[in-house]
């Protein structure tokens, strides 16, 4: 299958939103999220949400999303068939994570254009084992290059099975594309692709 790959922008927006709202989750995932989790610090995640009923989570979640994308924080890729967006990948220069993330503080580079950190994808179920991730991962990979980074590092998460949640991609994924493991965490590593 044929996929274009295209860059998060803000004029791209409306195809954000129409994924995460319409395709990204149509398996009954008891998740839903629009990926701003991780340009968040934690104590910006108190502050938004700590007195937000369950209701509201979504919508407070949207609006974090919409001011990340106009202002460039929240960066990625969007994977479109037909003129319609069915997979997406968070990737985004380390520099630009906050040191305090509340989604994972090792995502976090004080040196910017130098690594780039591979955190979430999401791929609409009826597109998953398609190779979805592997053109994103490839694009990804191909503008580092292009854009002169020195590396790429991922975090999946080491688990028996597969967990719904479980956004960060598979080792097997990384590895295909010649990430190394460089270090073992608790429940997840830390794969690496020099550049």
């Known amino acids: 299958m044929n996929f274009t790959i295209k860059p998060l922008i803000p004029q791209l927006a409306r195809d954000y939103f129409d994924f995460f709202e319409n395709r990204a989750f149509t398996d009954n995932s008891p998740y839903r999220c629009y990926c701003q989790i991780y340009q968040m610090t934690k104590n910006e995640q108190q502050t938004k ?5 369950a209701a509201d989570f979504g919508k407070i979640s949207r ?16 994977a479109y068939v037909d003129g319609e967006a069915i997979g997406w990948c968070n990737a985004n220069d380390k520099a630009n994570f ?15 254009n130098r690594e780039i950190a591979v955190v979430c994808f999401e791929v609409a179920p009826n597109f998953r084992g398609q190779g979805v991730a592997t053109a994103l991962l490839n694009r990804v990979i191909s503008d580092a290059k292009a854009n002169q980074y020195s590396a790429i590092e991922s975090f999946p998460v080491i688990r028996e099975e597969r967990y719904e949640w479980d956004c960060t991609g598979p080792v097997r994924l990384y590895e295909k594309a010649g990430f190394v493991i460089t270090e073992k965490r608790d429940d997840f590593v830390v794969m690496r692709k020099e550049l």
């Open 49 to 53: 949400f700590n007195h937000a009923d």
């Open 63 to 78: 609006e974090i999303a919409e001011q990340q994308i106009a202002s460039g924080a929240l960066r990625g890729y969007l």
């Open 98 to 112: 906050p040191i305090d993330s509340c989604g994972g503080s090792h995502f976090h580079s004080d040196i910017p």
